[in-house]
């Protein structure tokens, strides 16, 4: 099961553009993930005009839009949208895209909005066929917000130039499969640049949530009242004052589940200040478990982690048995923490995981999930080399137990641009091309199974220099 949702975030307002690298230097598998990346990092944002509004515009021989920033204005669409993007192929045109980016972002046939900050999420295996430099400054000049995330080696200066600065907390370095790694980092770094300078609401629970205000008053120069009712009946309106040195407010004691108008007014005694409103939106009544995660899988254990943990529950009990079967085991973990590591399993077996609360009260609660054990010895064996020419390697391996869906070669060049390959199941062997004489790369396979990557073989493989007597053949390298 995936993860449950991320608490929404509705205090921000801003365009924001992906620019996908869509071209053919990016593979199938590659892609996804990336697709994936993208929703995840936008998952918890609050979409609407007066919200967050999010476009995709595709790196390829010419650049193309997705779709406009008006186009999606609720996560479900969005997040189908996003799904639905498929891959251009194409050059790498990554230049000519930037332009378009810059006349899209400003554009009212596009959906953009005057006056709401501006962010340009590019991500890139690297590699671009024409100049970034001068449209990307242009970008920057009129007031875009540039992250930059790199899934390949990608030139450091150049992208480091390019994201806005500092580059520590603009550009990115990851491999595709680590993505996730990044996400709530970037998330809150992009609503640095997006955080609306108004009234909204953070730390919302089933029956309580935390409003945040601008410093508007002082201490001497006013105070604030607060009304807030639900919406279905705003006869139940309540009103709280507080100084105006205050900044932020608990409002506890909610039904759950129930959209709360909220009115901040401003009594100072110097200036007019406009009364600002919002809608929050309490969540549902808390239990646990309410989300189950599988995760770290092996050939004989895998890790479960559950989430919310609440002070009124006690203990954990862990069921667990092959399927089909009737043998179940049980681990019981104090109430405290929200994962355990399930062990000497039986590999290639599914597993049905139940989860049960006990609470201080008595009462239970259970939420079920199915676990995958990974194929025994899911890895490349006997990665070797035969040169080809000059500059060219050939890299074969012996197949991977299991249902292989295909495999993945990445080249990591101590000269030149590391590249990523994928082929089917069936390949066992690649060309590698443009390998610098006298240099040491770095070469990986790993293979591709439906629900994750196994365990990949990497080996250096030195080229020798040009200088060397013609008609030499190289030997196998490990």
């Known amino acids: 099961p995936l993860p449950g949702p991320q608490p929404h975030i509705s205090n921000s307002e801003g365009d924001l553009l992906f620019l996908l690298d869509s071209s053919g230097s990016v593979s199938y598998y590659e892609f996804s993930r990336v697709k994936e990346f993208m929703w995840d990092l936008v998952q918890p944002f609050t979409f609407g005009p007066r919200d967050v509004q999010t476009s995709i515009i595709h790196i390829s021989t010419t650049p193309t839009m997705e779709f406009p920033f008006d186009r999606y204005l609720s996560s479900g669409t969005l997040q189908q949208a996003i799904r639905d993007t498929r891959q251009l192929m194409g050059d790498t045109n990554t230049g000519q895209a930037l332009s378009y980016a810059k006349e899209k ?13 501006k962010v340009l999420v590019w991500v890139t295996d690297g590699f671009s066929t024409d100049d970034i430099s001068e449209p990307m400054q242009l970008l920057k000049d009129m007031g875009v917000t540039v992250f930059i995330v790199s899934t390949g080696r990608g030139n450091y200066l150049e992208l480091s130039a390019a994201a806005s600065q500092p580059p520590e907390k603009h550009l990115h370095f990851v491999d595709v499969d680590d993505l996730p790694i990044i996400t709530k980092e970037l998330r809150d770094a992009i609503l640095d640049v997006i955080q609306a300078n108004r009234l909204y609401a953070v730390d919302i629970t089933s029956s309580s949530f935390r409003l945040m205000w601008p410093q508007l008053l002082s201490q001497e120069t006013g105070y604030y009242t607060l009304e807030y009712a639900p919406t279905d009946d705003l006869a139940r309106k309540r009103t709280k004052q507080v100084s105006g040195a205050h900044t932020s407010l608990m409002l506890s004691n909610l039904t759950p589940e129930t959209t709360y108008e909220v009115a901040l007014i401003p009594e100072s005694n110097v200036h007019y200040f406009p009364p600002q409103t919002t809608r929050v939106t309490t969540l549902a009544e808390e239990i646990s478990p309410a989300q189950i995660l599988i995760s770290e899988s092996g050939p004989h254990s895998f890790h479960v982690s559950w989430a919310p943990t609440l002070d009124s529950v006690v203990s954990y009990q862990i069921l667990y048995g092959p399927l089909p079967g009737n043998s179940v085991k049980l681990l019981e973990v104090d109430g405290e923490h929200n994962s355990t590591v399930v062990e000497n399993l039986a590999p290639n077996t599914t597993y049905l995981v139940t989860v049960t609360a006990i609470y201080k009260s008595g009462k239970e609660k259970s939420l079920s999930a199915k676990a995958c054990t990974q194929e025994e010895g899911s890895k490349v064996r006997h990665l070797r080399f035969e040169d080809m ?90």
């Open 105 to 117: 972002f400003f554009s009212d046939e596009a959906g953009a909005r005057p006056d709401v900050p």
């Open 389 to 478: 020419g000059p500059n060219t390697l050939k890299a074969s391996w012996d197949s991977a137990d299991g249902k292989v869906l295909g495999y993945r070669v990445r080249c990591r060049r101590q000269i030149g641009p590391s590249s990523v390959i994928s082929v089917s199941p069936q390949t066992h062997s690649v060309l590698l091309t443009d390998l610098a004489s006298g240099t040491t790369n770095k070469v990986c396979v790993k293979p591709m199974y439906k629900n994750q990557a196994g365990k990949g073989l990497c080996r250096m493989v030195h080229m020798q220099p040009a200088t060397e007597a013609q008609g030499y053949k190289h030997r196998q390298r490990a």
